[in-house]
């Protein structure tokens, strides 16, 4: 069994900072990227941020310059660092990993319970 725990979501105002952390667990062979994706209300889920084993970084458009991922493979572990937060960055961010339990075993994705991210003034 894999899981994969998010944490640091809450209520800030417009303007502000937060760091979501997400921490994976359980049988683990190998994992490959990693990543952050958010839902908004009544939106569909969109990928913010990825990351590779190797450090190889990729956002989307409109967190460019505001957010960054980072990991630490030691601690197996993701992060993502969002500054300047504004309304629109409201959403539910769900941590997402491909990870191979087996040597064997194709990696498979992974997703956290997401944790909320609430900008409002």
């Known amino acids: 069994q894999v899981q994969l725990v998010e944490s640091g979501g809450g209520l800030v105002q417009p303007g502000g900072s937060l760091r979501l952390s997400c921490a994976a667990s359980?049988?683990?062979?190998?994992?490959?990227?990693m990543g952050w994706y958010r839902q908004g209300l009544e939106k569909q889920r969109e990928l913010v941020a990825t990351?590779?084993?190797?450090?190889?970084?990729k956002y989307t458009d409109s967190v460019k310059g505001r957010f960054t991922i980072s990991r630490d493979n030691a601690k197996i572990t993701v992060y993502l660092q969002i500054n300047s937060l504004k309304p629109k960055d409201t959403a539910v961010y769900y941590c997402?990993?491909?990870?191979?339990?087996?040597?064997?075993?194709?990696?498979?994705?992974?997703w956290g319970q997401g944790t909320q991210v609430t900008v409002s003034s």
């Open positions: 997402n990993a491909r990870i191979k339990t087996t040597s064997v075993r194709p990696a498979s994705n992974y």
């Open positions: 359980g049988t683990i062979f190998r994992i490959s990227a």
């Open positions: 990351i590779t084993s190797g450090g190889n970084t």
